[in-house]
């Protein structure tokens, strides 16, 4: 059975500081996604990770997923509060549909 | 372009009143369609989805039901709501998008339902 552990569950950093959200997976997986929640609000598509090494940048977030090491990071450069958010990974599994398999999300507080 | 409604945002619902909450997709057609609940603070908890009208997959027993009578309409509801039935509740479609693979999904505003 797919599970999606993601570490740390809380961060809390100042602005112009660079850090990692890492996203560990537990078996076979097609693709690896990265969503943010703001509060109070859905969710919102970051990147979709389609194959081992794929990189994707925006901005100042940039995922990256190593399919060996069942690992995708989140790595953010000199952040800004704007980035503030709750960030998921997300895995995909088929069950005679596609899913998802979520982790828990990473609370990002980004101090002025 | 796709687009996806939940109604109503909010609701405050009293202990064994009934439930009905909606979902519609507009700019595809027949996408995956899921509900998802996550209580305050926490991950998502998928509950139903569905790969087509009629079809409903369920992923945890409970006092909740959904359907879908057309293919981009997707209803959540409960006969009597329980305490721990409250917390927001996301509607999402899954499908292609601009090339991109199927099981992106793509999610709705959501429902607060806060139960006393």
């Known amino acids: 059975e797919l599970k999606v552990e993601q570490n740390p569950l809380f961060l809390s950093m100042q602005e112009g500081k660079n850090y990692t959200i890492y996203c560990n997976y537990s078996?076979?997986?097609?693709?690896l996604y990265w969503y943010r929640q703001d509060p109070g609000k859905s969710l919102e598509s970051l990147f979709v990770?389609?194959?081992n090494g794929a990189v994707k940048q925006e901005g100042r977030l940039m995922a990256s997923l190593d399919t060996k090491a069942r690992l995708s990071t989140l790595h953010i450069t000199a952040a800004v509060h704007d980035l503030s958010a709750t960030y998921f990974c997300?895995?995909?599994?088929?069950?005679?549909?596609?899913?998802?398999?979520w982790g828990a999300g990473t609370k990002l507080i980004i101090k002025p | 372009s796709q687009t996806i409604h939940q109604w109503p945002a909010t609701l405050v619902q009293p202990v064994g009143s009934p439930l009905s909450l909606e979902c519609t997709v507009e700019?595809?057609?027949?996408?995956?369609l899921y509900w998802y609940r996550q209580a305050a603070g926490r991950g998502l908890q998928l509950l139903f989805y569905?790969?087509?009208?009629?079809?409903i997959s369920s992923e945890v027993p409970q006092n909740l039901s959904a359907s879908r009578p057309q293919d981009r309409q997707f209803i959540l509801s409960s006969k009597k709501l329980l305490l721990s039935d409250s917390g927001f509740y996301l509607c999402?479609?899954?499908?292609?998008?601009?090339?991109?693979?199927?099981?992106?999904?793509?999610f709705g505003p959501g429902t607060r339902l806060t139960v006393l």
């Open positions: 569905s790969v087509g009208i009629g079809q």
């Open positions: 990770l389609l194959s």
């Open positions: 078996t076979t997986s097609d693709r």
């Open positions: 700019g595809t057609s027949n996408p995956n």
């Open positions: 997300a895995a995909s599994v088929r069950r005679g549909n596609y899913q998802l398999i």
């Open positions: 999402a479609w899954g499908g292609y998008l601009a090339g991109g693979p199927k099981d992106t999904q793509y």
